[in-house]
């Protein structure tokens, strides 16, 4: 059962042709994305299969063995079979290359046999995997993924600067052997190292001592801090134009993040259409900086700014208010609207001779500062940088004030906020104000990095991946969002090859997230242990 | 004049006359106990005072003031606190960020720190777990914090709605005794309760509710030993 479901899952991916697609980046070695998609795919399967099987080492070998095999033998009839029956008919995907790379370019029958081999490799691998202790077992899983990672994301080592200490460890595309083993071992390494501290670590406070906490804790907070400001501060120098674009779309929605973070996260109001007030922002930028036809003030940058974000501040409020008596489903859907009203607007012809409809407004000036012009990915890399200065700390700052209690009360229970003497109507509209300015400022500084723009910049799925990006850093955290961020606009924007199958992946990450870890990848202390003590059944 | 005055209310759930017509009054310093069966109208009457409801007839009257004009977070700042039923604890922020909003009215940092230490000396479980989340105590100790929270809004007026709800007795005494050191402490309490017989063994006064309606109003004392009382709401032959 097992091996076929694994064969199938493996299969499927061929058909949807993610693995032709992934099969032109390689990673470790020979071995491409493609080869590992598969191997991710059935091996999950197996996997699992393995862990639940209760017989003995050998047996369970033999087994998952056997089950991988069938496997293999399920993927490998669809290019064996391809001989004589013509596949394309059905599945639109198939191709003789995709035959080639799952036969390992080699003969019809010889390509069967190896695959079956190669499943009944893997299944056994799995189960043998599964045999020594929670923790070894971890260990590897957590190494392997580490290194597919880094071969996948190879070529950025490259594109640095400073990319020339690398090359004794990468292929053209990819890692090679050394590098591979390279980065497994120090991932084991590290794990173990980790592991060893957390022992001690226990092992001092069951001893009734004192936990060994750094003499002056302050003083070493402050010296991680300042290393990490260095290293935010020099980072573009080192990663060069392209990676430090990427950045700076990481960093865009780091700030939307934030802000949508103080309205779902800490308020616990569902917005769907947090894209409208990014898209405010950026036009009313555009507008008042456009030396094109439709610039209407040529102000410059720094003046236009904080209208930018006026006009954001006041469309949350605009929307708030209607909204103020709905909650969960409703409010979920009358944002959407919201966002898709300022979408469509901004399409129409109606406000075509000022907005300029789907030809959008160009020609927008980039930031005067001091004598020089901000006009390279690296010199937006610091002004993003510095607005997410302003925005961490301002959302940090609201979280600790009086109003951040009122919204989390207000979350948790409306009629009971009330009765703490909470003002529903002030701290809703301020929650969705917040929110929206740090919108605006993230869309006013995009208007002025891309230099123009277009309402297609600004659909819905804006505001899906801010809120999915939430929910994969963990909602209400603030370093959650950077870290959901970096998961969610950061390597899709490295890894092009998924750009068609990036909604499929983004099912499946959610998936995973809320089922492995719901309270996200960095979530608030509290939650946290919340979330861990439900389980634990206390 | 009486602390609170309620004068020929009346409150609806859409078309439904939840409450027709209710009178009662509540002195400085009392305890005051609504007793009655489900859906008698006993939280709407709680909800109509603290103005979660409007009532579309009749005067809630707190020292001399109408608090119907009132929206229900301003009534909070005219000294009327409620302890919802059900506990309402806020179940994802901890102990001491639930008794922190229960001060939120408040900007005397010093009387609120005074405020809580009172909280914690009533209620030592509390103050134990005062940095754990609140949604994993047990159930007594979410009545307690309830309780507590209230309390540190610094009420006159204590309404609290059928604190007794699911606790074993021996915490349903607890919580008892601690209502009777509240009102000692100064605080007038008007208190909800299913449990009709602990309600008027630390109550002044009690008002028997029926579909919406006071069926009877005398002292503690008079209403436990009456026939009808005695047979309807305490269980005794």
Redesign the interface.
Known sequence: MAGLLAGAVALYFTLVGMVQAFSKRAVVASLSLGHITLLLAAGTVLYVFALRDRTSGPGRLLQTAFAGGLGGLLLGLYPYLGQWVDFHYMFVRTSPELYALLRFGLSPTAGLVLMVVAGAALGALLAALTLPGRFWRNAIIEASLVTITVGMLSDLFKGMTIGGIFTPFLNAEGLNYIGAVLVFGLTIAYVVFARRRREQRAALEASGEAPKTPAQPDTRRWMVAGVLVIVLLALPAVLGSYLSHVLNMVGLYVIMGLGLNIVVGYAGLLDLGYVAFFALGAYTMGLLTSTGPLGIAHFTFWEALPFSIVVALIAGILLGIPVLRMRGDYLAIVTLGFGEIIRILALSNWLKPFIGGAQGILLIKKPPFGPWTLTTPIHFYYLILAGIGVAFFVAYRLRESRLGRAWMAMREDEDVAEAMGIDLVTTKLTAFAFGASFSGLSGAIFASYVGSIFPHSFNLLISINVLSLIIVGGVGSLPGVVVGSLALVGLPELLREFAEYRMLMYGLALIAMMLLKPEGFWPEPIRKRELRVEESGD | MAMLELHDVHSFYGNIEALKGISLTVEQGEIVTLIGANGAGKTTTLRTI?G?IKPRQGTVVLEGEDLTKF???EI??KGV??V?EGR???????VA?NL???A??RNDKEGIKADLERVYALFPRLKERRNQ?A??LSGGEQQMLAIG?ALM?RPRLLLLDEPSMGLAPVLVELIFDTIVDINKQGTTVLLVEQNALMALSIAHRGYVLRTGEIALADTAENLRTNEMVQKTYLGME
């Open positions: 603290t979660l929206r229900p977070h909070v700042y606190s409620m919802p309402g604890i806020f179940a994802r922020l901890t960020e922190d909003l229960g939120y009215i989340v949604g994993t929270r809004a």
